[in-house]
């Protein structure tokens, strides 16, 4: 009986084993090659309790994705933040270089560049 869940358990991994090798070699091959810059713009007001939550969700969603480009950006638009979390921000800042910190009157320059 053993023996039988044994064998069952690993034909449905082997068959979930291929399937994700399958749809990443079918995303590998028809994936464009030219991707824009995904810019998220995350605006913070004065104390956030949950700026550091919104930031790490935000980086482990970029991390995980099919597309890690390296094309991408998260802009906090300091609207008069605390120092807490301006000291929270720029730590983040300083481990991910995509990560930026500026005015809302800097975005439109920021997305120039």
Known sequence: MLVLFGKICFVLLAIIGLTTCFRWILKKLFQPKNHGIVTIFLSVYGHDEGIEYTL???????EWSDQCT????????????????????????RHYSFVKICSPEKALELLQN
């Open 56 to 62: 790490k969700s935000l980086i482990s969603q970029y």
């Open 70 to 93: 390296g094309k991408y950006r998260i802009v906090c638009l300091d609207h008069h933040m605390d120092p807490e979390t301006k000291f929270i921000c720029e730590t983040i800042s």
